[in-house]
C-alpha cells in the first residue's frame, strides 16, 4: 500500500500547476460570532467524553494531545474514540498541528481491537504529502487533494481535478495550527483546510462507502510524534442530496 501511495503521489505531482481554490478560513469568517448548530466535542480540561490507551492521550495547553515515543505504544497505530456521538451527516470542525510523522480524524468508521479503527480518514502529516486527502484503510486514497471524483455502486470511478496537489500547498501552515474541515452528507464529503477546498467525493461505492460510525483522532505507527487538536466542534445535519459547490470552484 505504500509503494502504490508513493507512485500516486509521483504521478499527480508531475501535472502542471494550477491555482488553488481560496476563500477566507472558515475561523474568520464572522469573527467573535458564534457558529449557529455547532456544539463544543471537547471541554479544554479533560477527556471526558473522549477513550483511548491510557499513557498516549492527555491533555495539554487546552489540546487533546496524543504523543508516542520509542516503544511499545509507537509500534502501533492508536485511536482516541470519540464517545458522545457516531453522526451520519455532520459538519465537524477543528485545529491541527502535528510534530512528525502521520494524524488525521477518522469519521463514518467502527471500532476495533486495541483502540483501532476502520473507515474514512481526514488525512494529516508532516510532510504534507498527504494532507487533505481522504483515506480508507484496506482501500487507500479515496480522492486525493486537488481533486473532485464520483464513485458507482459498482466501484467504477470518474475524477476531475480542480488543482493540483502540489498548488494547494499554499493553504496549509506546516508546523502550526491548521484549521481542517470535514463535510458529509449523504454519499458526498468534502474536505477543507484552511478554508480552501482540499478535495471533493460522491462516494456511492457499495462495497466500501460508509454512511455512519464514529469519530476518532489518530496517532500513526512509527516514527515517534506528537499531534495537538483544539477547538473541536460538530453540527450533525439531517442528510441532504445536494451538496453545493464552493462558489470559488471551477
Not at 501535472?15 to 476563500?23: F, G, K, M
Not at 477513550?51 to 489540546?63: C, F, L, P
Not at 451520519?88 to 480524524?105: P, Y
Not at 478535495?199 to 506528537?226: F, N, S, T, Y
Request: with cysteine; hydrophobic share 35%.
Amino acid at each position: 500500500m505504500f509503494a502504490q501511495r508513493v507512485l500516486l503521489s509521483f504521478a499527480l505531482m508531475c501535472i502542471v500547476n494550477a491555482a488553488p481554490v481560496t476563500r477566507n478560513s472558515f475561523a474568520d469568517d464572522n469573527v467573535g460570532q458564534p457558529e449557529a448548530g455547532f456544539v463544543s466535542m471537547f471541554n479544554g480540561k479533560d477527556l471526558m467524553g473522549w477513550k483511548g490507551q491510557e499513557g498516549v492521550w492527555r491533555v495539554e495547553d487546552d489540546t487533546i494531545t496524543g504523543e508516542s515515543v520509542a516503544g511499545p505504544n509507537g509500534s502501533i497505530t492508536q485511536y482516541l474514540y470519540y464517545e458522545d456521538s457516531k453522526p451520519a451527516d455532520f459538519i465537524m470542525r477543528f485545529e491541527i498541528k502535528l510534530r512528525n510523522n502521520n494524524s488525521g480524524v477518522q469519521f463514518r468508521s467502527e471500532t476495533r481491537p486495541n483502540f483501532d479503527t476502520n473507515g474514512y480518514q481526514a488525512d494529516f502529516d508532516e510532510t504534507n504529502e498527504w494532507t487533505g486527502c481522504l483515506f480508507q484503510h484496506g482501500r487507500g486514497a479515496v480522492v486525493t487533494r486537488g481533486a473532485r471524483a464520483v464513485t458507482s455502486e459498482n466501484g467504477d470511478r470518474q475524477e476531475e481535478r480542480f488543482a493540483t496537489m502540489p498548488s494547494l500547498l499554499s493553504a496549509i501552515k506546516t508546523g502550526e495550527f491548521n484549521d481542517y474541515e470535514i463535510e458529509a452528507r449523504g454519499s458526498k464529503i468534502k474536505l477543507r483546510l484552511n478554508g480552501t477546498l482540499m478535495c471533493e467525493v460522491d462516494d456511492r461505492d457499495a462495497k466500501w462507502a460508509r454512511r455512519d460510525g464514529i469519530i476518532a483522532l489518530q496517532i500513526h505507527q512509527g516514527d515517534p510524534m506528537k499531534v495537538q487538536f483544539r477547538n473541536l466542534r460538530m453540527k450533525v445535519i439531517s442528510e441532504d442530496p445536494v451538496i453545493t459547490r464552493d462558489a470559488d470552484a471551477k
